[in-house]
């Protein structure tokens, strides 16, 4: 079992940057791939970025490629996202989620563990 809670979210003008992290509980984390996906109000949840449990392989969505970073601490249990050049676009929850499948894969379904998430708001 891996619980997940993320912080790092608030409000940021457009152009400005932020750095979410997650916090991850349980001595699996390492094996785990980690990945951040975000929901809109009124759209659906969406991928963001993911990355492989040694950190080698990545995976960005084409609307933040080049703005947006994944790492991982496995030390820490910790995954973050920088976030860069922030856009209005880019507003929503922010969720933290990890599967224990191999490759770095865009598919919710693929995850196993969620958190709560955390809200990005960038203002105009």
């Known amino acids: 079992q891996v619980q997940l809670q993320e912080s790092g979210g608030g409000l940021v003008q457009a152009g400005g940057s932020l750095r979410l992290s997650c916090a991850a509980s349980?001595?699996?984390?390492?094996?785990?791939?980690m990945a951040w996906f975000r929901q809109a109000p009124g759209k659906e949840r969406e991928f963001v970025a993911a990355?492989?449990?040694?950190?080698?392989?990545?995976n960005y969505a084409d609307s933040v490629k080049g703005r947006f970073t994944i790492s991982r601490d496995n030390s820490r249990n910790t995954v973050y996202l920088q976030m860069s050049s922030l856009k209005p676009e880019d507003t929503a929850l922010y969720y933290c989620?990890?599967?224990?499948?191999?490759?770095?894969?865009?598919?919710?379904?693929?995850?196993?563990?969620w958190g709560q998430g955390t809200q990005v708001t960038v203002s105009s």
């Open positions: 990355i492989s449990w040694s950190g080698a392989q990545t």
């Open positions: 989620a990890g599967g224990s499948h191999y490759t770095p894969v865009a598919q919710a379904s693929h995850y196993d563990y």
């Open positions: 349980g001595r699996a984390f390492s094996s785990y791939v």
